[in-house]
């Protein structure tokens, strides 16, 4: 089901594609079909909650034809007026992580968990999201090891490194050994 709460399928409300217009088209003929669930949008006058709702559908749009950025901008407009909008925290944080910023996406991510019941689509790309995470810890602590090996070599097979006792052949292999625990 649409997390928007209008009982219809994901791909037939919000994941459906109109084809039969541009995603930076306005919508002209048709009322928004986005609707949050819950009280996500408490407070603010109808006029401004349809206004809203032509945000998060051209938003919606943008993402599903790859315009991360874009969908990013109005995600941020919608949160700007209702910054407790779950959907858009939501889909911020997916076009923050297809954008690389992985960071920033995690946080809009746990602050979008923090608002609702989990269900299936945001644990999964919760879940996916920390394990993107992880992987990039892990690439960017070998790449810092990787960097760092020469000049460790280096040092440690300086002559400064003899007045200590570190001593060794020039034919003599040198022999490190590591931790091989998380990074």
Do not use: K
């Not at 401004?48 to 998060?56: D, I, S, T, W």
């Not at 690439?139 to 001593?167: I, K, Q």
């Amino acid at each position: 089901p649409c997390p928007c709460g209008s009982g219809r399928r994901y791909r037939e409300c919000h994941g459906a594609i109109d084809t039969s217009r541009s995603p930076t088209a306005p919508r002209t003929t048709a009322a928004a079909t986005y609707r949050p669930r819950g009280s996500d949008w408490d407070g603010i006058d109808p006029a401004e909650r349809a206004r809203l709702a032509e945000l998060m559908d051209t938003a919606l749009a943008r993402q599903a034809s790859n315009d991360q950025s874009g969908a990013a901008r109005i995600y941020r407009d919608v949160l700007a007026i209702a910054p407790d909008t779950h959907d858009a925290l939501h889909m911020l944080a997916v076009a923050q992580w297809g954008l690389g910023n992985l960071d920033e996406a995690s946080r809009l991510m746990e602050r979008a968990f923090s608002q609702r019941d989990p269900y299936p689509a945001i644990v999964t790309n919760r879940e996916t999201l920390q394990r993107a995470r992880a992987h990039q810890a892990r690439v960017d602590a070998e790449r810092r090891a990787e960097a760092a090996l020469p000049d460790l070599l280096a040092r440690l097979t300086s002559r400064a490194n003899t007045d200590r006792g570190y001593t060794a052949a020039a034919d003599e292999p040198l022999h490190l050994i590591v931790g091989t625990g998380d990074p």
